[in-house]
């Protein structure tokens, strides 16, 4: 992968849960996430690169009423998501969790923690990691976007995927007020 000095810059081209392509504006890599089923008693989506090959990295699966429900890597097991994201002991925690990477590091992931991002990711030494924006107000609309971003520094490249699923998982807590 190209190194740039630079984060990696998600730009979500929808902006909805029910799907978008995360598309690096360097052409560094694509992923998308998609609904694979949705009904009364679950909704289940997917997330895969479209830059090397049409694999599924992450299963999704949201129970009755939009409730939580497991997450899968790959060909893995299915985690509870609940353990996965797992909520901080701070007051207002459903909208702050943290959850361990691949890389065995912890990060926690904030709601409105800053006033130009929706999302924040820190990792154990209160580091940004990673960031969702939605559009700027008054920015003007461009077509087959969303003006929203997901940026994940540079040096986390093996938790791209891990980002845009706890992200993704975060997203519906808040949607759904979980």
């Known amino acids: 992968m190209t190194t740039y000095g630079m984060p990696f810059f998600l730009e979500d081209k929808s902006g909805k849960l029910t799907g978008s392509d995360f598309v690096d504006i360097n052409d560094r890599l694509c992923l ?9 008693t679950r909704t289940a989506y997917v997330i895969y690169s ?3 090959s049409v694999t599924t990295l992450v299963t999704l699966h949201f129970g009755p009423n939009n409730s ?6 790959g060909s893995g097991a299915q985690v509870p998501m609940s353990e996965f994201l797992v909520e901080s002991s701070a007051p207002g925690s ?21 006033t130009s991002e929706e999302w924040t990711c820190t990792d154990s030494s209160n580091h940004q990691v990673a960031s969702y924006s939605l559009k700027v107000p008054g920015e003007p609309e461009y077509n087959g976007s969303s003006g929203c971003v997901l940026t994940i520094e540079e040096a986390y490249p093996h938790l791209v ?3 845009l699923a706890s992200l993704t998982i975060m997203r519906h807590i808040v949607a759904h007020n979980l």
Do not use: N, P, Q, V
Not at 32 to 40: I, M, N
Not at 94 to 114: A, C, N, V
């Open 32 to 40: 998308a996430l998609r609904c694979t089923a949705r009904g009364s």
């Open 50 to 52: 479209k830059t090397d």
């Open 68 to 73: 939580l429900g497991t997450i899968s890597f």
């Open 94 to 114: 459903t909208k702050t969790r943290k959850f361990t990477g691949s890389d065995g590091h912890e990060y926690r992931w904030s709601w409105r923690t800053t």
């Open 161 to 163: 995927t891990e980002m």
